[in-house]
Every structure is written in structure tokens, then in C-alpha cells.
């Protein structure tokens, strides 16, 4: 995609990866719909050499992972927070050391604030990576007279 746009691309919040290994001493939990699909050779396409920092779950399973893979997809926010911090308290309960948490599901940042709050960890998600990708970008380019 970058290769074919004027623009830069980002089209996974999974490219926060990299930096956020780089940035935090414990592991990063990384929440997605459906955690079957994200395999180890899915995560080595974003340049992270080893997994023993990574710890993954997924709301699969779940009430809203139910709604959603519906064609009406009819969930709400208040199960979709629910749902998501039971899938983030389990992983932590195997894994005590998660110091972050990346949202790799482009729906949850509709509970991203309320997970800071109860879980009082970092969270990033689709929006992080877009506003970090902007933000650079709006740098870069003049504005118009």
C-alpha cells in the first residue's frame, strides 16, 4: 500500500509493536477480535524478533464477538467494554508482568478510555497509530496560503 500512495500508510495498529517493546520494561498485551489468526508468523512482519514480551488474547467467544460476527452486527459499547476486560483481566492473570496494552481490533477504541481506567494501564489502539502517523505527516507538509 505505502508503495502504491502519495501519502504514508498505516494499516495495522500492530506496527506500534516494535516501539512499544522498545519503550516498556514488561511484556505488552496485545487484545484482538479473534487471537487465533494472530500467529507467530504474523507478528514477525511487524520486525519484532522475539515473542517472550508478548502475550495475546481475544474477546473470541464472547457475547460481542458473537454480535459482530453477525451481518447486522449489533453490539453494544457497555458488553464490547465488558467483554474486552474480561479478555485482558484473564490474560493478566497469566501474565503478571503486562505493562501495555495494544488494541489490534480498529472497533475497540470505543472502550479505550474506560479500560485505562479500570485496568490504570496504557492502552493504544487504531487511533494512537493514526495520530501518530498524522501527526508527522502534518509536520512535513506546508500549509496552504
Known amino acids: 500500500m505505502a508503495q502504491a500512495l502519495s501519502v504514508p500508510v498505516s494499516m495495522s495498529s500492530l506496527l506500534l509493536l516494535p516501539y512499544l517493546i522498545a519503550t516498556i520494561k514488561g511484556r505488552v498485551g496485545i487484545l484482538t477480535f479473534d ?4 500467529t507467530s508468523d504474523l507478528l514477525k512482519l511487524t520486525g519484532v524478533a522475539s ?9 473470541e467467544d464472547s457475547e460481542t464477538w458473537s454480535a459482530m460476527s453477525a451481518p ?4 453494544t459499547v457497555s458488553q464490547l467494554a465488558k467483554d474486552v476486560l ?3 483481566s484473564l490474560m493478566r492473570a497469566r501474565h503478571d508482568d503486562i505493562e501495555a496494552i495494544l488494541f489490534e481490533c480498529a472497533a475497540f477504541p470505543l472502550v479505550t478510555r474506560e479500560v485505562r481506567e479500570q485496568t490504570k494501564l496504557p492502552v493504544y489502539d487504531a487511533v494512537t ?5 498524522m501527526s508527522g505527516y502534518n509536520m512535513a507538509v506546508p500549509k496552504a496560503i
Open 35 to 38: 487471537s487465533r489468526p494472530l
Open 51 to 59: 515473542h517472550n514480551r508478548i502475550a495475546i488474547a481475544g474477546i
Open 72 to 75: 447486522e452486527n449489533n453490539y
Open 86 to 88: 474480561s479478555a485482558i
Open 129 to 133: 497509530n493514526a495520530k501518530l502517523l
